[in-house]
């Protein structure tokens, strides 16, 4: 009998092959721990759907099926939110469990031990994230300020290969730089690294540190997934690169390793804390980036393999 290929969404399990194309990398709504509580940021419920519902619905026009949600446990998730507006979009949402990077635990969690992280990341994927009933469907983790992993993003890496292998759940991370480090902690907890999204390698801060072919070969998927975030924007955030610097990045890239390649824009639909990047979406995917492949001469199989296929692969539940 063939085995279900199942993936976790906010409101169930679904089949991989009912993803359609899928944002691996998205944020409904990211901030530092307790921005969004700054007065100075206040947002009513009111108005972060009425920022958020609008994109998730072109997104979904566009034909987009799936909104990978990378917000940590500390930065502003919320889950029930997230199944309303899957309801009302007909947007399937992937929630995470785990953490943005070390610096963003609150100390509740930064104090605790690779076991109890393990357990709570195994539970937030079995039995739910809090009372919302739904199951998280990829752990994040992610490397704090400063370009080194520290030892609790460390222990939260241990946590989440113990929690992958527990339940089958991929994990996607914040920076691939210092990869070495978190090659060694998935290989000593026998963590197959296709189980691995390094994201953010195409980022103007972080691309000339990221050994992008290197992760590729050790057998690591490569996250080129903050398209978008461009130099040419009105006003460029400090992690932005030219537009078409990045696109020449990729093609290098997936013309030598497109199985390992996933692509996203990084975007907040409502970000909390600050303002976030004017003019930048989830969309900048079918709008600008799809066309730029297509004009640059990649085909529509190779499109497919990058935004259907790659992130149904990756996604599925193993057992
Ligand atoms: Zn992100």
């Given at each position: 009998?063939?085995?279900?290929?199942?993936?976790?969404?906010?409101?169930?399990?679904?089949?991989?092959?009912?993803?359609?194309?899928?944002?691996?990398?998205?944020?409904?709504?990211?901030?530092?721990?307790?921005?969004?509580?700054?007065?100075?940021?206040?947002?009513?419920?009111?108005?972060?759907?009425?920022?958020?519902?609008?994109?998730?619905?072109?997104?979904?026009?566009y034909?987009?099926?799936?909104?990978?949600?990378?917000?940590?446990?500390?930065?502003?998730?919320?889950?029930?939110?997230?199944?309303?507006?899957?309801?009302k979009?007909?947007?399937h949402?992937?929630?995470?469990?785990?953490?943005?990077?070390?610096?963003t635990?609150?100390?509740?969690?930064?104090?605790?031990?690779?076991?109890?992280?393990?357990?709570?990341f195994?539970?937030?994927?079995?039995?739910?994230i809090?009372?919302?009933?739904?199951?998280?469907?990829?752990?994040?983790?992610?490397?704090?300020r400063?370009?080194?992993?520290?030892?609790?993003?460390?222990?939260?890496?241990?946590?989440?290969a113990?929690a992958?292998?527990?339940?089958?759940?991929?994990?996607?991370?914040?920076?691939?730089?210092?990869?070495?480090?978190?090659?060694?902690?998935?290989?000593?907890?026998?963590?197959?690294?296709?189980?691995?999204?390094?994201?953010?390698?195409?980022?103007?801060?972080?691309?000339?540190?990221?050994?992008?072919t290197?992760?590729?070969?050790?057998g690591?998927?490569?996250?080129?997934?903050?398209?978008?975030?461009?130099?040419?924007?009105?006003?460029?955030?400090?992690?932005a690169r030219?537009?078409?610097?990045?696109?020449?990045?990729?093609?290098?890239f997936?013309?030598?390793?497109?199985?390992?390649?996933?692509?996203?824009?990084?975007?907040?639909?409502?970000?909390?804390?600050?303002?976030g990047?004017?003019?930048?979406?989830?969309?900048?995917?079918?709008?600008?980036?799809?066309?730029?492949?297509?004009?640059?001469g990649?085909?529509?199989?190779?499109?497919?393999?990058?935004?259907v296929?790659?992130?149904?692969?990756?996604l599925?539940?193993?057992?």
């Amino acid at each position: 009998m063939r085995k279900l290929s199942r993936v976790n969404t906010v409101l169930g399990p679904i089949p991989a092959e009912e993803l359609g194309v899928v944002a691996i990398h998205e944020h409904i709504g990211y901030g530092m721990p307790g921005s969004e509580l700054d007065t100075r940021w206040w947002k009513t419920p009111e108005e972060r759907y009425a920022e958020t519902v609008p994109k998730l619905r072109t997104f979904h026009e566009y034909g987009g099926g799936t909104f990978v949600d990378a917000t940590g446990i500390c930065n502003g998730r919320d889950v029930d939110y997230y199944k309303s507006l899957s309801a009302k979009t007909g947007v399937h949402i992937v929630a995470c469990t785990g953490f943005v990077g070390g610096d963003t635990a609150l100390p509740h969690f930064a104090r605790a031990s690779v076991d109890y992280l393990a357990e709570q990341f195994v539970h937030e994927i079995t039995v739910g994230i809090g009372t919302t009933g739904a199951r998280a469907g990829v752990i994040k983790v992610g490397v704090s300020r400063g370009g080194r992993m520290t030892d609790l993003d460390k222990r939260i890496y241990r946590a989440a290969a113990r929690a992958a292998l527990a339940t089958g759940v991929p994990i996607l991370t914040h920076l691939a730089i210092d990869a070495e480090n978190a090659i060694a902690i998935f290989a000593e907890e026998g963590l197959a690294l296709d189980r691995v999204l390094f994201g953010h390698a195409d980022d103007g801060v972080n691309a000339e540190k990221t050994r992008d072919t290197w992760i590729a070969e050790q057998g690591g998927r490569v996250g080129f997934d903050t398209f978008g975030y461009e130099t040419e924007l009105e006003d460029p955030p400090f992690w932005a690169r030219p537009r078409r610097e990045r696109l020449d990045h990729f093609l290098r890239f997936i013309d030598q390793h497109l199985d390992k390649a996933l692509a996203s824009a990084d975007a907040n639909c409502s970000p909390l804390g600050w303002p976030g990047v004017k003019g930048h979406t989830v969309n900048y995917i079918f709008e600008d980036l799809i066309p730029d492949l297509r004009a640059a001469g990649v085909d529509e199989a190779t499109i497919t393999r990058l935004f259907v296929e790659n992130p149904a692969t990756f996604l599925t539940i193993q057992n």
